[in-house]
């Protein structure tokens, strides 16, 4: 389970007969905090590639974007290959099976909550 925002705005590819696929880059944040002798700790942010497949790929290709607040249960997929020079390369990937949009809609273009026009 991770609670993150977007990074970039999702790259969603159709593969086998129309079955999306989207990749979405979650930064999670640990936050920093002060030591009992003054020491800082710093901020720390880690990077996180999250695969959704069908509905859910469909779901973050219309409502999710950069700098989106999001929810992600899933599990982890570890992928080992070597390139074409000999060297060997790891990655980590999170397979959503569940997420949950954590950013407010936006309000329609030119109406108030209440649903009436700005003027």
Request: hydrophobic fraction near 35%.
């Amino acid at each position: 389970m991770l609670i993150g925002n977007v990074g970039i705005d999702p790259e969603v590819r159709y593969v086998d007969r129309d079955v999306a696929c989207a990749r979405v880059r979650l930064a999670t944040t640990e936050r920093g905090y002060t030591l009992p002798n003054g020491t800082q700790v710093p901020d720390r942010t880690d990077w996180h590639t999250v695969l959704l497949w069908r509905k859910l790929a469909e779901l973050v290709e219309k409502y999710v974007h950069k700098g989106d607040k999001l929810y992600v249960e899933g599990r982890l997929r570890y992928t080992t290959w070597d390139d074409k020079q000999g060297v060997r390369h790891n990655s980590t990937e999170i397979w959503a099976d569940n997420i949950e949009l954590l950013t407010p809609k936006q309000q329609v273009s030119g109406q108030d909550a209440a649903g009436s026009t700005n003027v």
